[in-house]
């Protein structure tokens, strides 16, 4: 049964790579809920499927056993993959802020683009100003292309554009990684304080410990078997 308040559910999923005898499981079972406005830290060691478990949350990639829910509906299951026009629903912050983005344009092009795809008949200006706030993005940023910016500028438009479809779950993968110590702890500001204005669940995969206690629980994914 879904708990009140709950955004994602992820109960007994599984994940591998490879076929026949070269499969190799890559995520051990896993379970936990994240609700609304909350914010859930994914640690453990390298290889341990942290990635992976993003990626099938994110709807990138089935799970081999168990199932994803998104606000109490089927999200995703070894047979099933995210409807498309639930795909707004859960959004990803990435690693690299660039993949994110087309080079030649500007930012507020990009997520104009993501905006009127994901959420057609609503005002893409509205949707792109009230995304800018909640990351705390400078307006005057979102005229500029990405190599205009600086990593944490970047980044912080990467945050924008996935919360401008009005996401239940974002999910970051190593958000602050790329970034130097004083520009990740405002990164990381921005992103857990947006999560908790918007009610967005908040999946963050991370290795640094610091960010990780800044979050509401931290959950600690145990590495995977080698064969299964």
């Given at each position: 049964?879904?708990?009140?308040?709950?955004?994602?559910?992820v109960?007994?999923?599984?994940a591998?790579?490879?076929?026949?005898?070269r499969?190799?499981?890559?995520?051990?079972?896993?379970?936990?809920?994240?609700?609304?406005?909350?914010?859930?830290?994914?640690?453990?060691?390298?290889?341990?499927?942290?990635?992976?478990?993003?990626?099938?949350?994110?709807?990138?990639?089935?799970?081999?056993a168990?199932?994803?829910?998104?606000?109490?509906?089927g999200?995703?299951?070894?047979?099933?993959?995210?409807?498309?026009?639930?795909r707004?629903?859960?959004?990803?912050?990435?690693?690299?802020?660039?993949?994110?983005?087309?080079?030649?344009?500007?930012?507020?092009?990009?997520?104009?683009?993501?905006?009127?795809?994901?959420?057609?008949?609503?005002?893409?200006?509205?949707?792109?100003?009230?995304?800018?706030?909640?990351?705390?993005?400078?307006?005057?940023?979102?005229?500029?292309?990405?190599?205009?910016?600086?990593?944490?500028?970047?980044?912080?438009?990467?945050?924008?554009?996935?919360?401008?479809?009005?996401?239940?779950?974002?999910?970051?993968?190593?958000?602050?990684s790329?970034?130097?110590?004083?520009?990740?702890?405002?990164?990381?500001?921005?992103?857990?304080?947006?999560?908790?204005?918007?009610?967005?669940?908040?999946?963050?995969?991370?290795?640094?410990?610091?960010?990780?206690?800044?979050?509401?629980?931290?959950?600690?994914?145990v590495?995977?078997?080698?064969?299964?």
């Amino acid at each position: 049964m879904t708990a009140p308040g709950s955004a994602l559910e992820v109960s007994g999923i599984t994940a591998a790579h490879g076929h026949g005898s070269r499969l190799r499981q890559t995520l051990a079972e896993t379970s936990f809920e994240v609700a609304a406005g909350e914010s859930l830290a994914v640690v453990g060691v390298s290889g341990a499927g942290k990635s992976t478990l993003a990626d099938v949350v994110l709807g990138l990639r089935p799970p081999t056993a168990g199932w994803v829910r998104v606000q109490g509906t089927g999200w995703a299951t070894p047979g099933q993959r995210p409807a498309r026009k639930r795909r707004h629903l859960v959004q990803g912050v990435p690693q690299d802020p660039a993949a994110a983005f087309v080079p030649s344009w500007t930012i507020r092009r990009s997520i104009r683009k993501a905006a009127r795809l994901l959420c057609p008949g609503q005002d893409a200006e509205d949707l792109i100003g009230r995304a800018a706030g909640l990351a705390h993005l400078d307006p005057e940023l979102l005229d500029r292309r990405p190599l205009e910016m600086s990593g944490g500028q970047a980044q912080r438009a990467a945050i924008a554009r996935a919360l401008a479809v009005r996401p239940a779950v974002l999910v970051a993968d190593e958000p602050t990684s790329a970034l130097d110590p004083g520009t990740a702890q405002s990164v990381a500001t921005a992103l857990l304080s947006c999560a908790s204005q918007s009610g967005t669940a908040l999946l963050l995969v991370t290795h640094d410990p610091a960010l990780a206690g800044r979050c509401d629980r931290t959950i600690t994914i145990v590495a995977a078997e080698a064969a299964l």
